[in-house]
């Protein structure tokens, strides 16, 4: 009631962004190569339906964080898995 009928598509739309930043993160690390990740990006941005209004793409974005946190989590020493577990447990809170 307090915001216009957008405020949703915007929410929606930066989690899908940054859902695809953190695929072409987690290619490029994998991989090695730019291009790669380049083209994986477009294919996940490519087979998305655009449909800002549904649910979904918070959930999306929420999903791909957490994959991101775990494999961060995993490369990192223990006082940084701290900090990531601390931001990963007050986020699923």
């Not at 957008?6 to 291009?35: E, W």
């Not at 087979?47 to 990192?76: C, E, N, P, R």
């Not at 701290?82 to 986020?91: F, P």
Request: charged letters at 10%.
């Amino acid at each position: 009631m307090l915001s216009d009928s957008f405020a949703a598509q915007l929410v929606s739309s930066g989690f899908i962004a940054m859902s695809g930043l953190i695929v072409f993160r987690l290619l490029k690390h994998s991989l090695h190569d730019s291009r790669w990740a380049i083209l994986g990006a477009t294919i996940f941005f490519a087979i998305y339906d655009g449909d800002f209004f549904k649910h979904h793409s918070v959930i999306t974005g929420y999903i791909a964080f957490l994959i991101w946190s775990a494999v961060q989590m995993s490369q990192q020493d223990t006082t940084r898995v701290k900090i990531i577990w601390s931001v990963v447990a007050i986020s699923s809170f």
